[in-house]
């Protein structure tokens, strides 16, 4: 037995449940744990008595600009602004369940072989705030073949994919290098304080690059840095997912395949937790 077209009451097979358009949202797992790691560090900090002793800019400039540099030699220019734009990726992007995807793509490919993939036209501008999805339908609609839909997005789906890659392994080689440039500070530190034991007041400073060069690249690289890589790693898995469902929609749709083929190829692609039964 077939389910109704429309769940939910929805008109339109694009805002049934889960919705097709992606949702905007904070990471809340991303925004909690950095939230978490900073806020014990600043309790132990404050708990001393004395968080300004923290503050060095000298120990700063030394792991900031020294990691930002580094990390410029083993990268292109192309390569750092990707990073810098991608990276707020990882706290606001968009969230689309797996499951309410496949299940949207069986609810449009019913709805073609009813009606006429033509008929999915109408939808077309309930859908551009996903643009891959858009431009399946729409080469569908268009009547490429799918052979051709699998091609060009296909390829489109994989750069998308390497350029997530790509950033998190900015970000990997930053995270390697922020704590060399702490034990190079440290170093910087300690030959000033051992050129200055005939001045006492110079003792304090150079203690002070040694030991918070060593905290600030400990820290940009353990508990920013390397999270950080690791998020968008799985974002680009994630969204490797979503674009790949989207494709296996298009295709059958293309195609003219029985829905029920296609729930089984989504299936295949749908980890166990998420596997759709939209056919009883």
Not at 226 to 233: H, N, Q, R, S, V
């Amino acid at each position: 037995m077939v389910r109704p077209l429309s769940t939910n009451n929805s008109p339109h097979p694009a805002s049934g449940s889960g919705g097709m358009r992606a949702r905007s949202a904070f990471d809340l797992a991303t925004l909690f744990g950095l939230a978490g790691a900073f806020g014990v560090v600043a309790v132990a900090m404050v708990g001393g008595g004395t968080p300004g002793a923290y503050l060095d800019l000298p120990a700063f400039m030394i792991v900031g600009g020294g990691t930002l540099t580094v990390t410029a030699v083993s990268f292109s220019t192309r390569d750092l602004g990707l990073a810098w734009r991608m990276v707020p990726s990882a706290l606001f992007r968009p969230n689309p369940h797996p499951r309410a995807v496949a299940r949207q793509m069986l609810l449009l490919a019913e709805a073609a072989r009813r009606a006429g993939v033509e008929t999915l036209g109408e939808l077309l501008p309930e859908l551009r705030g996903e643009p891959f999805l858009y431009r399946c339908l729409v080469m569908a609609i268009d009547g490429h073949p799918a052979d051709e839909i699998e091609q060009v997005l296909g390829g489109e789906a994989e750069v998308a994919t390497a350029a997530h890659l790509r950033t998190a392994a900015v970000l990997r080689r930053a995270a390697e290098v922020a704590p060399a440039m702490g034990l190079i500070g440290t170093l910087v530190g300690l030959v000033q304080m051992l050129g200055s034991l005939n001045n006492p007041s110079a003792i304090g400073p150079a203690m002070a690059v040694a030991l918070l060069t060593t905290f600030y690249g400990a820290v940009l690289g353990n508990m920013i840095l390397t999270p950080l890589a690791g998020k968008l790693e799985s974002n680009a898995e994630q969204d490797n997912l979503i674009r790949t469902l989207y494709l296996t929609g298009a295709i059958s749709i293309a195609r003219q395949e029985n829905p029920r083929r296609l729930e089984m190829l989504l299936n295949s692609v749908l980890p166990a937790g998420c596997r759709v039964q939209y056919f009883d």
